[in-house]
């Protein structure tokens, strides 16, 4: 037992596909054989359709993974900044603090 795809064509590709093979008759040529010509056009359009929705989901997955790389990289750059936030209060309250000082000596 042979077990056979079946792959559905949608009825637009089968259009296209027998108006090409009619484009392409030759004079003397039997129906049987422009549909064979349209069966092998139909396969070359779900081939080709195939390979640019594979296409397709490659770049999507290239794409999600560069920007996923790109986040993972703003999330470091952000760790890199959080010292120099975390330290600017207290440096701020240092100074405040050595000026006041300062001030209060002057003033004396």
């Known amino acids: 037992m042979v077990k056979k795809h079946k792959h559905q064509v949608s009825p637009e590709t089968q259009d296209e596909a027998l108006a090409m093979a009619k484009k392409v008759q030759k004079p003397g040529q039997t129906k049987e054989q422009t549909k064979l010509i349209a069966l092998g056009i139909q396969k070359g359009i779900a081939e080709y359709k195939k390979l640019a929705k594979s296409k397709q989901r490659e770049a999507d997955k290239a794409k999600k993974k560069k920007a996923s790389n790109n986040e993972t990289e703003s999330d470091l750059d952000s ?13 701020l309250l240092a100074l405040s603090w050595v000026g006041f000082i300062g001030y209060h000596f002057l003033t004396l």
């Not at 760790?79 to 440096?91: E, I, K, M, S, V």
């Open 79 to 91: 760790n890199d900044d959080r010292p120099a936030t975390y330290w600017l209060p207290w440096g």
